[in-house]
């Protein structure tokens, strides 16, 4: 946290010369503005600086793989978090008399949540009804953050001394990845744990290709491997980065618009605003589908 | 965009908001609309079951209502010969009295005619007396002439 304090005077110079409406004139150009908001609050370990906070994406280059996004992570967490106490209070509210308005609410994204679960997962499952829950609510929540215009926190972060603060999480490449990976890692272990290593690689290295020639089949097998193999790797990565991709963009979009004179910026915000609702609520539901997808693809006996 | 712990970071989080939404979300809210969902089921049987009773018990209704009607028909019709019945028997009794009536007042009247007849006679007896008297110039004796005056009397 010394390292913070170092580097905040300059930094509040440049705050308070910079009209953030109007970033391109004063201290920072348009450049320097859009490069501002797509930076990480990043600590990790600097060669030269040590344990501190990037300054820059060229410091938070340099810390490589051992450093963290405190603001992802921070939005994150709160988020998940935000999300666990709306629902627990529902779910202890919960009586099968006549529903409050909260336990309504979470009864009724509960309800669709798994009424989607019913209609593609067959198998049964303690864990993937309540994983699709908290990936629909959670990454909807975290691409909610997305509306908040873009100045707001990140101006106000400033100006108490935090120099960089991206506040939609899943505009970060990391936490999408994190949560496609963690549900890949389900879709491992349960392909193991239902079909067995044999199940599993028998499905990996006879399909799509096969032969009731031994010779013949043996020489599928190898192409069977890359092509199956390659199909599984590419899940999770497509996941993660679908979700990343379409959050990225439609925040950059943001701040493009926010770089257009205060009076005229409603025209373009507004209207993307409100396409932008039907996106993060698509986006978080695809998620959300192809976890079950998966999960269902993981349980089945071929 | 670099790749860094973030992304462990996310997983770990991501491990435990799942197990705590298994934990403490998912269970008590499914067992609530399991619950109401068999609530609703055994209402909406029990409403069809009311519904049935609700129409036996019109049945019912109708039965008696019909039957009440009848009585009621009979009655009125009961009352109506009754009513019927003492009408009659007063005009018969008002009839009756009204003969009964006539008849003493036409048998006074005819009394009072054979009185007044009877006073008349005497009446014409003295008057004839006392004319006869004075054409003849002296006095009639009523008593001596008494069966010519009879005779008399007797023919008016």
């Known amino acids: 946290m010394s390292d913070v304090s170092t580097h905040q005077p300059k930094f509040d110079e440049e705050t308070l010369k910079a009209d953030v409406m109007a970033s391109s004139e004063a201290g920072r150009t348009t450049t320097e503005y859009i490069q501002h908001h797509l930076q990480n609050l990043v600590f990790g370990v600097h060669p030269e600086n040590g344990l501190s906070i990037a300054h820059g994406s060229e410091e938070a280059a340099a810390m490589g793989f051992w450093a963290i996004h405190l603001d992802s992570m921070f939005w994150s967490i709160g988020l998940g978090l935000l999300f666990l106490w709306i629902f627990k209070k529902g779910a202890d509210k919960a009586t099968s008399g006549v529903p409050g308005p909260l336990q309504n609410f979470v009864e009724l994204i509960v309800e669709f949540v798994d009424e989607n679960v019913r209609e593609t997962f067959n198998g049964k499952s303690e864990v993937v009804a309540p994983l699709a829950l908290t990936i629909f609510v959670w990454v909807f929540l975290m691409n909610l953050m997305d509306l908040i215009p873009v100045d707001w926190i990140p101006y106000a972060a400033e100006r108490i001394g935090i120099p960089y603060q991206k506040i939609v999480p899943s505009t970060d490449v990391n936490v999408t990845l994190g949560m496609s990976f963690s549900v890949f890692a389900l879709m491992i272990y349960y392909s193991l744990k239902i079909k067995g290593a044999g199940g599993f690689f028998k499905e990996l290295a006879f399909q799509p290709f096969n032969s009731p020639n031994v010779l013949v089949q043996a020489l599928f097998v190898p192409i069977n491997l890359l092509l199956e193999g390659v199909a599984l790797i590419a899940k999770p990565i497509s996941l993660g980065l679908r979700l990343f991709g379409n959050m990225y963009a439609g925040e950059l979009i943001f701040i493009l618009i926010a770089l257009l004179p205060f009076y005229a910026q409603w025209a373009l915000s507004v209207p993307w605003a409100l396409f932008h609702i039907l996106v993060i609520t698509l986006q978080a539901f695809i998620f959300m589908m192809l976890t079950i997808v998966y999960m269902s693809m993981a349980h089945e006996h071929h | ?156």
């Open chain 2, 1 to 156: 965009m670099n790749i860094n712990l973030t992304l462990i970071g996310q997983a770990i989080s991501f491990a435990i908001f799942v197990s705590l939404c298994m934990k403490y979300v998912w269970p008590p809210v499914m067992t609530a609309l399991r619950e109401r969902q068999d609530k609703i089921a055994q209402s909406l049987a029990d409403a069809e079951q009311g519904a049935q009773r609700r129409e036996e018990a019109e049945a019912e209704v109708e039965t008696m209502l019909q039957d009440a009607k009848a009585q009621a028909a009979e009655i009125v019709a009961q009352a109506q010969k009754r009513g019927n019945e003492i009408i009659d028997e007063s005009k018969a009794t008002a009839r009756s009295e009204g003969e009964r009536l006539k008849a003493a007042a036409q048998s006074e009247i005819e009394q009072e005619v054979v009185t007044a007849r009877e006073d008349l006679r005497k009446q014409v007896g003295s008057i004839a007396v006392a004319g006869a008297g004075k054409i003849l110039g002296s006095e009639v004796n009523a008593e001596s002439h008494a069966k010519v005056l009879d005779d008399l009397v007797g023919q008016l």
